[in-house]
């Protein structure tokens, strides 16, 4: 099987989505506190698989495995700021240092997840992507209609020259 960007994200995803979902069962003892499943195999704390750097192409996470911000914004369930946490927490626990979020997830939610937990840690040491092209303006309410279970209150436009405001307004 060709392991595409597409089956990356959505494995992210779902991994993402597993963390933030409520436990099934207690652990069996404090050692495995926190357990959802047994792991098979020996684990080790080795690096993370890299990419292989390419000059001139298009921009590839220094890994090949990273944190997707779907349900660190409430894409799949509505989850705390405490679960957003620990997520994050274990990820980087294990040695994940690249994080996709976006203005559109939760409507700003998870880049205010992601950047509340990653402004305490060294920044040459992790990479963290966003998207461009949503401008989100403070709001009374969230808007109805979309995906997100528990938004922030922003609303949101589509605006197709937005990359050099975008940049201005997250960098400013």
């Not at 779902?14 to 047994?38: E, F, I, K, N």
């Not at 590839?60 to 779907?70: A, D, E, F, K, S």
């Not at 840690?121 to 966003?130: G, H, I, M, N, Y």
């Amino acid at each position: 099987m060709t392991a595409t960007r597409r089956h990356l994200l959505a494995l992210s995803a779902l991994g993402s989505a597993a963390v933030l979902m409520p436990r099934s069962g207690q652990a069996q003892d404090a050692q495995h506190a926190g357990d959802v499943t047994l792991t098979l195999g020996n684990v080790v704390r080795n690096t993370l698989p890299l990419n292989v750097a390419q000059t001139g192409q298009r921009f590839r996470p220094p890994t090949r495995i990273g944190l997707g911000g779907v349900p660190i914004g409430n894409g799949f369930a509505a989850g705390t700021d405490e679960d957003a946490e620990a997520a994050l927490e274990a990820a980087w626990a294990s040695g994940v240092r690249y994080f996709d979020t976006s203005p559109w997830y939760g409507l700003g939610l998870s880049e205010r997840r992601f950047g509340h937990f990653l402004h305490t840690r060294p920044r040459d040491e992790f990479v963290l992507s966003t998207k461009v092209g949503r401008l989100l303006t403070a709001a009374p309410q969230p808007p109805g209609g979309t995906m997100w279970h528990d938004p922030s209150p922003f609303a949101y436009r589509y605006e197709r020259p937005s990359c050099g405001k975008y940049a201005k307004q997250r960098l400013a």
